[in-house]
């Protein structure tokens, strides 16, 4: 252990921590500036104080003044250092970052061993940023993964963050229930102390005015107990139901599943396991008629259909006000008289009959053969 020199001659051992108690620029120390604050920068993550950060990148982003590092820093990502370890401080960092990226769940993935080969990549990737082993593929790979699944990981995001909204606002609910039955409480214990002492004045009184009967004073005290205690039960069952009745779960919206993400990977980084992704089919008008067509819209199938036919009766029509003022469409007369015409062409009524009659013979065969098997039955 090093050991620094006394006034006497004599050396005292120096505390563990004391070295990070100096700044490396300015050599500033916190024993003789107690409020000196120190900062780091991602970056680089060199621990300096407030004043050489404000000295040094006021101006603009300049290199790190530290011996042997030459990265360029910015004054607008120095920070107060969380933890006292700085390489706990980086490994939380990167841990945020990569997770950042990485934020698949389980059900975006078909089995449970495929989301458990993938967290185990994503852990990789952090082993490989913590301990600088391989840093330059592995950021590559990082990149292209986040570049890839970019609409995917926003998703993810949201979800998150509405679900921690969630969780926030159930805390907070369950927080003023806490205080809300605290102070119910409070005034419950108030007014149990004001009829406690209005109990005993009415008991003198009622003793005073009973002249000594105490069998009087003694009804008068059961009868207010029991109404108190009537009115207590009551309240409680009116809270009861409330609490039963009331709210709901606050992730009724988020059931734990998100919706399936893009799966467009490329070769560079290929996340195996995923769900196929199938697009929802877009939302079809409204048919009344259930997807069948009906026999109006139904091309003809014995005729065809002209657009005007030579006939005295239709001549005068054509030309006659009285019958075209109302938008009638002669067309349409055209359509039923075909459909009327040709309508009968389909059916055969010959073939109909035969097959009548084949079922009839059907059904009494199966019905005799039925009679004969019960009458056999009844034989028996």
């Not at 005068?316 to 109302?326: F, K, N, Y």
């Not at 010959?350 to 009844?378: I, N, R």
């Amino acid at each position: 252990m090093s050991r620094a020199p006394a006034r006497n001659g004599t050396t005292v051992p120096r505390r563990p921590g004391d070295e990070d108690e100096i700044c490396p620029v300015c050599k500033s120390s916190r024993y003789l500036n107690p409020n000196m604050r120190f900062l780091v920068n991602p970056e680089c993550y060199h621990k300096m104080c407030e004043s050489c950060v404000d000295r040094i990148f006021s101006q603009g982003p300049a290199p790190c003044p530290v011996a042997g590092c030459a990265r360029t820093l910015r004054k607008q990502r120095f920070r107060k250092q969380t933890f006292d370890d700085i390489n706990i401080e980086r490994e939380v960092d990167i841990r945020r970052r990569v997770a950042q990226a990485c934020n698949r769940r389980r059900s975006e993935f078909e089995s449970l061993l495929a989301f458990n080969n993938y967290l185990e990549e994503v852990e990789t990737i952090t082993s490989n940023l913590c301990n600088n082993v391989d840093v330059a593929e592995t950021e590559a790979m990082l990149a292209s993964h986040a570049a890839q699944n970019a609409a995917a990981i926003s998703r993810n995001a949201a979800l998150s963050k509405r679900e921690s909204a969630a969780v926030a606002a159930d805390q907070n609910a369950r927080r003023e229930a806490a205080r809300l039955g605290r102070e119910a409480a409070r005034r419950e214990e108030e007014d149990e102390k004001r009829e406690r002492e209005q109990d005993r004045r009415d008991l003198v009184e009622a003793i005073g005015n009973s002249r000594g009967d105490a069998d009087v004073a003694a009804r008068v005290q059961l009868k207010k107990s029991t109404a108190r205690r009537t009115a207590a039960e009551k309240a409680a069952r009116l809270a009861a139901t409330a609490a039963g009745g009331g709210g709901g779960d606050l992730f009724s919206s988020h059931n734990g599943s998100a919706p399936p993400a893009a799966a467009s990977v490329l070769p560079e980084h290929i996340i195996k396991g995923l769900k196929p992704v199938t697009e929802p089919e877009p939302e079809r008008p409204y048919d009344p008629f259930g997807g069948l067509v009906p026999l109006a819209r139904q091309p003809p199938q014995y005729h065809v259909l002209r657009d005007a036919y030579e006939h005295p009766w239709l001549d005068r029509a054509r030309s006659d006000p009285v019958i075209l003022a109302g938008g009638y469409d002669l067309r349409e007369y055209y359509a039923r008289a075909m459909v009327e015409a040709f309508a009968g062409l389909g059916c055969f009524v010959g073939m109909e009959k035969v097959e009548a009659a084949g079922s009839e013979k059907a059904v009494a065969a199966a019905v005799g053969t039925a009679g004969a098997a019960e009458a056999a039955g009844g034989g028996e």
